[in-house]
């Protein structure tokens, strides 16, 4: 992000909505090409995601939590890893210069910059006919060495996971008109809670540090919890069961279960829930829980780890398996 002497319309955007944003003196007011992320000892944690119009976000959806979503999904990755947000570099493909968009969409962003501490280092802007994408690219710190990765996870330890499960999956629907918006006709407050996890994901950068103490592999869950743990086992060389009546459900997602307007494979599968997956040792993972409660988070144990290369196992109260016909959201 440039703005020379005689800006162009693209530099004069940026002035106007994002020098603002760019309170970190590594990103020099966004007058330069490059920024500097200064480290002090610390590893880097780098993870890049890219949000587009009609895959991941509705083209009604509110500029403001676009932007929170974009920048949040990114966060959920660093927590995951044990790392402090440290800053982010921003892509912007646009299909106009419209201030009725913009302008809520930068102050939504700037907000979050302040509350996660992760200031706008940079970035670029560009035209296209269609659809909008807004891709960013976040730095955090962790202690040497410590970065939590997908291979660490050992037979016997827990599976855990924070808040809860399907939540976002629902909200879609519920904005989409499928089942859940019909079903939850009568009930406000219901649609609002699962439109907003939808909306506006809370990644769980309070506990960062938790994970990065405890947990031996983690990542987020941005797919689908069944497709999400598949693929840490899959990276750790080992499978899993998990126990699906443990898993974390919200009232309102509880509620259309025990309706039967969804399945539990909708929640298990449906991604966008942006929460931390991790394992522990069984002697370290009453420490975890105990910093969510802490916190004012729940974490949640959901399984065991166990040997072998098989895909995991989720079985019902009864301790039978159920048959997922399909584990996560895929672009592809």
Known sequence: MT??????????????????????????????????????????????????????????????????????????DLAAKGAVPAGFVLTLALRSQDDGWLRPFADALGEDSKTFGCALLGGDTVSTPGPQMISITAFGRVPRGRMVGRTGARPGDRILVTGTIGDAALGLDVLTGGGAAAALASDPAARDFLISRYHVPQPRSVLAQAVGDHATAGMDVSDGLAGDLTKLCAASGVSATVAVASVPLSAAAAGLIARKVVGVETLLAGGDDYEVLCTVAPAQSDALIAAGRAAGLAVTAIGTIIEGGAPPRFLDGQGQELILKRLSYSHF
């Open 3 to 76: 703005t020379p002497q005689d800006p162009s319309a693209e530099d004069s955007l940026i002035a106007r909505y994002f020098k603002p944003l760019a309170t970190d003196p590594g990103a020099f007011g966004l007058v330069d090409d490059a920024a500097i992320l200064r480290s002090s000892g610390e590893d880097i944690v780098i993870t890049t995601d890219a949000v587009v119009e009609g895959v991941h976000y509705l083209a009604s959806d509110p500029p403001d939590t676009i932007a929170r979503k974009a920048l949040r999904v990114n966060l959920s």
